[in-house]
T-cell receptor, first 114, second 115 residues
Framework: AQSVTQLDSQVPVFEEAPVELRCNYSSSVSVYLFWYVQYPNQGLQLLLKYLSGSTLVKGINGFEAEFNKSQTSFHLRKPSVHISDTAEYFCAVSRRSNDYKLSFGAGTTVTVRA | DTAVSQTPKYLVTQMGNDKSIKCEQNLGHDTMYWYKQDSKKFLKIMFSYNNKELIINETVPNRFSPKSPDKAHLNLHINSLELGDSAVYFC??????????????FGNGTRLTVT
């Protein structure tokens, strides 16, 4: 089974400052990695995903994430945040097999202040 | 047009009651899911249907029964509601059962409060 740990439950940040959200995973097999965002009172939306190839992946809204196999991490970054980035961010993992199951981390609440 | 829509948005009910949550997707997807998000925002999959067939059934009490009348609908019926059932329930869909092929599209959730 795979598991996902998001190391920060809450991240306050000022507008136009950079932000990094940390995600580590554990799995006995190779995985696919995802970041989802949940805006207040809404469902989750896919930000970006890592399947294979380049370890730096770019997503929507200026976010990017880097896959580090040796450290089993998939940290999410944005160089300059906006007020509208205030949301809950979820890291998720699925195994590279036909057995589809997406396991989510506990989420990181990002609050952007002016 | 809302891609994945759930009704109702809020549901307040008493212990012991039976309630249903409806979900519809207009994306033409084959696969639909129910997720439960607890008070700590932890998301856990409950069920998944592919072409109206149950493919994932996590360790959910059998008081929860999903029903998929067609590919576009996946309803969740809950019998004998308990306090611990209070949560936000999300419906989602994807175009295949393989997560790497297709991202999940989520509805806006149904906040269930059992008193």
């Amino acid at each position: 089974a795979q598991s996902v740990t998001q190391l920060d439950s809450q991240v306050p940040v000022f507008e136009e400052a950079p932000v990094e959200l940390r995600c580590n995973y554990s799995s006995s097999v190779s995985v696919y990695l995802f970041w989802y965002v949940q805006y207040p009172n809404q469902g989750l939306q896919l930000l970006l995903k890592y399947l294979s190839g380049s370890t730096l992946v770019k997503g929507i809204n200026g976010f990017e994430a880097e896959f580090n196999k040796s450290q089993t991490s998939f940290h999410l970054r944005k160089p300059s945040v906006h007020i509208s980035d205030t949301a809950e961010y979820f890291c998720a993992v699925s195994r590279r097999s036909n057995d589809y199951k997406l396991s989510f981390g506990a989420g990181t609440t990002v609050t952007v202040r002016a | 047009d809302t891609a994945v829509s759930q009704t109702p948005k809020y549901l307040v009910t008493q212990m012991g009651n039976d309630k249903s949550i409806k979900c519809e997707q207009n994306l033409g997807h084959d696969t639909m899911y129910w997720y439960k998000q607890d008070s700590k925002k932890f998301l856990k999959i409950m069920f998944s249907y592919n072409n109206k067939e149950l493919i994932i059934n996590e360790t959910v009490p059998n008081r929860f029964s999903p029903k998929s009348p067609d590919k576009a609908h996946l309803n969740l019926h809950i019998n004998s509601l308990e306090l611990g059932d209070s949560a936000v329930y999300f419906c989602a869909s994807s175009s295949s059962t393989a997560s790497y092929n297709s991202p999940l599209h989520f509805g806006n959730g149904t906040r269930l409060t059992v008193t």
